[in-house]
């Protein structure tokens, strides 16, 4: 059993930062494959990046060398680092968890603005 809670959303200029933080309830956190989605107005879900229990990460063309993943397992989280942001980087961001029993747990998700 997961639930996934996201924070750390807001608004920023261009070029800013924001870190997203997903905390995962449960013990079986080290054993997902945990990820990050985003979904703008008008736009189909699309995956930011996601990174596997042994670390292995895959990210999006649209967002390498400015986003970045990781994972703390002695607290159950998952972090996207985002740096250089843009305007087109604005999105609700969805945490999301896959295990081969659960399939996919998603959080309720963040809005993250960038606008001068």
């Known amino acids: 059993q997961v639930q996934l809670v996201e924070s750390g959303g807001g608004l920023v200029q261009p070029g800013g930062s924001l870190r997203l933080s997903c905390a995962a309830s449960g013990s079986i956190f080290n054993m997902l494959r945990m990820g990050w989605y985003r979904q703008a107005p008008g736009k189909q879900r699309e995956l930011v990046a996601n990174?596997?229990?042994?670390?292995?990460?895959n990210y999006a063309d649209s967002v390498k060398g400015r986003l970045t993943i990781s994972r703390d397992g002695a607290k159950n989280t998952v972090y996207l680092q985002m740096n250089s942001l843009k305007p087109e980087d604005t999105a609700v961001y969805y945490c999301n968890a896959q295990s081969v029993v659960l399939g996919n747990v998603w959080g309720q998700g963040t809005q993250v603005t960038v606008s001068s």
């Open positions: 990174i596997t229990p042994g670390g292995s990460i």
